[in-house]
């Protein structure tokens, strides 16, 4: 939406995890969270690996042109949440070894980062966000479930992740993270934390299907980004960023289009 | 966000019945329903009456210019939900006459519909929603409580709206969708008939403070909004829309990336 209003926004990028709009998700707690500051911007594709992520990426991510021209959003910060798939089994159809899962994880960054690339936006913060751990037996049971209502056509699925692999994993962004200088939230080492362990029964209040997150699971989340984006990032801080068009109380009843037109003076410049 | 993948959004404009990002919010709601097939775009601004909001409307829409440019999301549909704050007493700041209120409307209407308009969007399919019935004792009840809860600064606040009053306002809506042949969600009458009356204990299951929804009064304004986008606009019933992106399991392994190419040769004809 070509908006004057809102110049900025969040993205959030990733798989599943990221594409839920629902109850007490990312995307919605982020949405509250900065109501009439910034646009929150959800680009998650459920069962996305990094190997896919990344020619998807260039689709979703407006190019540096567009942006100085004025035709995009300023994109102020940008979550890339991705490993859950690519650590699933090798010969499953979403695995991706995790060494290339690291240099796409590096290249998406410097997709942003790099000056030379068309992409390239020094005004977003970047933030990794790790595969979350996972409760091995209920998602197979999740798996066969779904089978099942599909009137268990074709093979009985088996399982396809592994709790030890899917640590692997998390642990590869958090190096990535590192060696690319920008912020990680380490999601799979704070519900783990949160639950006191990593046995199924500490888990369970956390995943509704032992890999996708319920609203306590998300909460945890959320906790931490703020956090971060608080300390790290305070001009992110929604309680110190200005509100989009003034408070009501706010207008001048006698010249109330004074206030609007303050806003309208600060059109993007592509806008027509 | 310039975004390739998502050309098309939902615009819901109004006042703070719109601009709530709660759990079970329309807004939530709605990005659900659509989830990976459109975006749903909150342009709500909490106090607003419609005086105000036509100024705004011309910032927060796209000009015809930008977007058949290609600068810009097409809007399929806009919910204009205006009058609750309109429809406050005579002599309180957000007060608008019903005349005024029916022309502005009639002009936020024209804005979209008529040709020469700057803003004229003949894809646009244009949806009012008319305001809540209130509880006039919980209102009240919940001015004074944050009155307090700010260290009863000021003159004790007092009522400054009328049921039959926002009842009037409810009406002229639907007046002024009939007069400009565009649908309209009679959520006053949907409470009133979900709750089976109009007494205040009837009705608290559906407010929060007598004015302001809860998840309960959303799922009826929700329900009723999604039944009259399947029945009249058919193409727009995500059920049916085109996913943004495929679904994984369609990818093709050995060729992952003619999936997400055949979705850039979409590419809005404004990006870089």
Redesign the interface.
């Known amino acids: 939406?070509?908006?004057?209003?809102?110049t900025d926004?969040i993205?959030l990028f990733g798989d599943s995890l990221t594409?839920?709009?629902?109850?007490?998700s990312l995307?919605?707690r982020m949405?509250?969270y900065y109501?009439?500051r910034c646009?929150i911007?959800?680009?998650g594709?459920?069962?996305?690996n990094s190997?896919?992520a990344l020619?998807?990426f260039?689709?979703?991510f407006?190019?540096k042109?567009?942006?100085e021209?004025g035709?995009?959003?300023q994109?102020k910060l940008i979550t890339i949440w991705l490993g859950a798939?690519d650590a699933t089994l090798p010969d499953t159809?979403?695995y991706v070894p995790a060494d290339r899962y690291k240099s796409n994880l590096v290249k998406l960054v410097q997709l942003v980062k790099d000056p030379s690339s068309a992409y390239h936006s020094p005004e977003t913060e970047i933030v990794l966000i790790n595969a979350p751990p996972i409760i091995e037996s209920a998602w197979v049971e999740a798996r066969v479930e779904k089978w099942k209502s599909f009137g268990s056509e074709g093979p009985k699925p088996e399982q396809n992740r592994d709790k030890k692999v899917t640590k692997q994993y998390a642990d590869a962004a958090i190096e990535v993270a590192k060696e690319q200088n920008v912020e990680v939230v380490d999601i799979h080492s704070a519900i783990i934390e949160a639950a006191g362990g990593e046995e199924a029964e500490q888990l369970k209040p956390y995943f509704y299907d032992g890999l996708h997150l319920t609203s306590e699971g998300y909460a945890v989340l959320f906790k931490a980004l703020s956090s971060l984006i608080v300390s790290k990032y305070p001009e992110l801080n929604p309680e110190t960023m200005p509100m989009r068009?003034p408070?009501?109380?706010d207008?001048d009843?006698a010249n109330?289009?004074e206030a609007?037109?303050k806003?309208?003076k600060g059109?993007l410049a592509?806008?027509?």
């Open positions: 939406m070509a908006s004057t209003s809102y926004s993205l594409q839920a709009w629902s109850d007490g995307a919605q949405s509250e109501m009439r646009d911007v959800n680009r594709f459920g069962g996305y190997d896919w020619p998807v260039e689709q979703v407006a190019t042109e567009a942006r021209k035709y995009a959003q994109v798939n159809p979403q068009m408070h009501w109380a207008v009843l109330p289009n609007f037109e806003v309208k059109r592509g806008e027509l």
